[in-house]
């Protein structure tokens, strides 16, 4: 999808239905702006159902402050406009207050932006702007303030978050990895037992940076597109949106790849919405050529290490979904003795050092399997493999199921009772693992 094709106001409905869909605004909160190139501002409207918002119900406000459209415009559209005016070079403006930002507002802190690289690249300064009236004057000088600073991400004390970017879409990715961001946060600390929680060093970013570039990779034109791929197309891309749907993915997060019988293999592309991915936006990989006029995952050296070490296994997920990652970002082990369906999915859930899963492919790859099919790495990632797309993916379901019962076990104040080593046994024996 080219969402830079999109009529304005298009845009804003698109974006605000995945907010509401998604439960990071309510019915009557949120905004959401576009600037377009002849100074006119499109802005969703105050007192309208965000949950079924229309392209007619978007209102503008013209460059010499008329107002146009059926409804009033937001309550808060001053502060955009003071967000325009402090930063021309910005062209949208997004204003929301999903809980786990709100929680940070409500104690004046901003979320650990050092616990993923993926939320250090996209989200690399936020700041705190002081409490106001919404709607008022104050409010937004006190928005625009940060603007002015170069600060894109700013924290409202007891409101929200606003974020400002060159087109909505960037806004959104932004938005939506600091909140992945401020849930794992959360999750950790409930689990964390007070002891601090792992954060990116400064020269692991830097690590990070300089090993996740655009691959450099010969092209090639396929001749034909067979049955398998386009099949194993059309399933990636249902399972690719099922994974955003159930929170396992984010809009520019998550890796998923599938083996096809030559050899080749598909796998998803760097830097597209995966909410939106067609089959036609996947990337094929044969002989160590990429298909033409795509940039794939960054992580598909690890992807294809895997399949070399591992015959059986014929699809990888790399994400990082809030609950698992809880873990990811505190020394607490991910003990998957927790019911029947979680060990025989999971087994025994290893941990690597951050930087494994891209300095050192070839050591996390010899030691997956589908007997062991699922690790952890540090500040990074999860790794799901499986034998077919959907066992794969099951298995990165059931980790962060069985992740977000392991974080409301430790919440309600009470230890885990595993299964215990006979009963494990007893549950290997019967189902032949």
Request: net charge negative; charged share 25%.
């Amino acid at each position: 999808m080219n969402f830079a094709m999109l009529h304005p106001a298009d845009r804003i409905v698109m974006i605000m239905k995945r907010l509401y869909s998604y439960q990071m605004t309510t019915t009557s909160g949120g905004n959401l702006s576009i600037m377009d190139d002849e100074g006119v501002m499109w802005i969703s409207p105050s007192g309208i159902d965000k949950g079924n918002l229309t392209a007619a119900d978007i209102m503008r406000v013209m460059p010499d402050g008329t107002i146009v459209g059926p409804h009033k415009p937001s309550s808060e559209y001053p502060f955009h406009l003071a967000i325009y005016r402090a930063r021309p070079d910005l062209r949208a403006v997004l204003h929301a207050h999903p809980p786990a930002l709100v929680a940070f507002s409500l104690i004046r802190r901003i979320p650990d932006i050092f616990l993923t690289p993926n939320c250090r690249g996209l989200c690399p300064r936020v700041s705190m702007a002081k409490y106001a009236v919404p709607g008022s004057e104050e409010l937004g000088e006190n928005i625009a303030a940060e603007f002015r600073r170069g600060c894109n991400i700013v924290m409202l004390e007891n409101h929200g978050v606003v974020i400002g970017a060159d087109d909505l879409f960037s806004a959104f990715m932004s938005f939506e990895t600091l909140d992945y961001t401020a849930r794992i946060e959360i999750h950790a600390q409930a689990i964390a037992g007070g002891k601090p929680l792992h954060r990116l060093t400064d020269q692991e970013w830097e690590l990070y940076r300089s090993k996740n570039r655009d691959l450099t990779m010969d092209r090639f034109i396929p001749a034909i597109h067979g049955s398998e791929e386009l099949a194993a197309r059309k399933e990636m891309c249902a399972l690719i949106h099922r994974a955003y749907d159930n929170n396992l993915f984010t809009s520019g997060q998550g890796a998923f790849s599938r083996r096809l019988s030559d050899g080749s293999l598909l796998i998803t592309p760097h830097d597209k919405d995966r909410r939106y991915l067609e089959p036609e936006d996947l990337v094929l990989i044969r002989s160590g050529l990429a298909e033409s006029g795509k940039n794939p995952s960054h992580s598909l050296p690890l992807h294809q290490k895997i399949y070399e070490h591992a015959p059986e296994i014929g699809s990888v997920i790399l994400a990082e979904p809030p609950y698992i990652m809880a873990f990811a970002v505190t020394d607490v082990p991910f003990d998957a003795r927790l019911i029947p369906e979680s060990y025989i999915m999971l087994k025994n859930v290893r941990r690597f050092p951050f930087g494994a899963s891209f300095m050192e492919p070839d050591t996390v790859a010899r030691e997956m399997s589908v007997r062991e099919p699922v690790c952890i790495v540090e500040n990074d990632c999860v790794i799901a493999c499986g034998t077919t797309l959907l066992n794969a993916f099951d298995r990165l379901e059931v980790l962060e199921y069985s992740a977000r019962a392991v974080v409301h076990t430790i919440q309600l104040g009470y230890d885990i009772v595993p299964i215990s080593p006979e009963e494990i046994r007893d549950i290997e024996t019967a189902f032949h693992l």
